[in-house]
């Protein structure tokens, strides 16, 4: 009898030693670290090397790894050109195509073996970073900043997206932020990327599948839509929390709350709601904090919803001066360390991903009616 559930709800696609999530409590780990201790212990360099090799760097490797994605930062001159050629894009059409070009442009793009891979996983993470900040510097008519090899991969993307060096609170923000963000287990972005690595296809096209899929309205940009929900009540929290009931009871969703895995409160919120309120009282937007605060209490109350990782990064990120529109390509900055780690995981015990259907159409054998007759 064949098991089915409606957007696989429930069923279990693969096997995989990188990330495990217990959603009744509340849990989230990353090769068998809890995320509340990499959160308030590991960089996100760290975090990025745990979840490709299945435990921590001694100094030596993570130094390695370090200026490994330093020398990787720069991208090709044509993406560059290309960067440029298209500032009225939407960022994620622009990601997914750039991300897809970077192939086009690597010596070893069509190398297979397990140390191309990892070398190809380490430009990927460079350069996507690369190509966010450089398309929004672009399309603002500014000039290209180049990057600091003194800087994190965090502090970084900071520092080359708003053209200053980010003090050591908002690196430390972004850097968690990166980590909270890092896996998922088989969310649906990281299940298209295996099902294309599964063909043996190569890992460009792997996380352009990937990207495609996170630029649903239902997998990635809900961050975006909650700002938005906060400034139009021009972060006045009453006003919040009236534009909200209002939308209750219109039956109208609210983003950033609930999830399909967590029935209980989603762990790297935890870790958000902290970040929003000191980065709001540093940069003026405390507003902002006390409104999401608001609302959260309200569809907490009224709908029993708890919020989810998208809810309080969006004020997070605002304070952090990342233009709205950036919200869900910082998501796949973040997410390109899962996403080719599940790659190549998937390459080290491959087997092509080929799930059949429940067929619940006509019966078979149906007559043939020539076309005058129909």
């Known amino acids: 009898m064949a098991v089915t559930g409606a957007g696989l709800e429930g069923i279990i696609a693969a096997e995989s030693e990188i990330c495990f999530i217990d959603g009744d409590a509340g849990i989230l780990s990353y090769q068998g670290f809890d995320i509340h201790t990499l959160a308030e212990n590991a960089t996100f360099e760290e975090v990025i090397f745990l979840l490709w090799n299945g435990r921590l760097p001694n100094q030596s490797e993570l130094d390695g790894l370090k200026k490994s994605l330093v020398a990787e930062r720069a991208i090709p001159s044509e993406v560059t050109k290309f960067l440029g050629s298209v500032p009225k894009s939407v960022p994620m059409d622009v990601l997914r195509t750039a991300v897809s070009m970077l192939s086009l442009y690597d010596p070893l793009a069509k190398d297979s073996t397990i140390g191309a891979n990892v070398r190809k996983a380490e430009k990927l993470m460079a350069q996507t970073a690369t190509i966010v900040t450089t398309f929004d510097r672009l399309r603002n008519g500014l000039d290209v900043i180049e990057g600091d090899p003194s800087l994190s991969l965090a502090g970084n993307f900071l520092y080359t997206l708003t053209g200053k060096k980010p003090d050591e609170v908002m690196e430390h923000t972004f850097d968690v932020a990166l980590t909270l963000h890092a896996d ?176 619940t159409g006509k019966p078979v054998g149906q007559p043939w009616v020539p076309i005058a007759g129909r």
């Open 184 to 359: 998922h287990e088989l969310n649906a972005s990281t299940f298209a990327a295996r099902v294309t690595a599964a063909t043996l296809s190569d890992i460009y096209s792997s996380v352009t599948s990937a990207i495609g899929a996170l630029k649903g309205p239902l997998h990635g940009g809900a961050n975006e839509d909650v700002i938005k929900l906060l400034l139009e009540a021009g972060g006045k929290a009453d006003q919040a929390v009236a534009n909200v009931q209002a939308k209750l009871d219109k039956k109208i969703k609210i983003p950033g709350f609930g999830h399909r895995v967590y029935h209980t409160e989603d762990p790297r919120a935890t870790h958000l709601r902290v970040a929003s309120e000191e980065l709001g009282r540093r940069t003026g937007h405390l507003d902002l904090y006390e409104a999401s605060s608001a609302v959260e209490k309200l569809v907490k109350g009224s709908k029993g919803l708890n919020a989810n990782v998208d809810f309080y990064s969006a004020s997070t990120y605002y304070s952090l001066g990342i233009p709205i529109d950036l919200f869900t390509p910082i998501f796949a900055v973040s997410r390109m360390s899962g996403w080719t780690a599940h790659v190549l995981e998937q390459y080290r015990n491959n087997r092509l991903i080929r799930p059949r259907a429940d067929y």
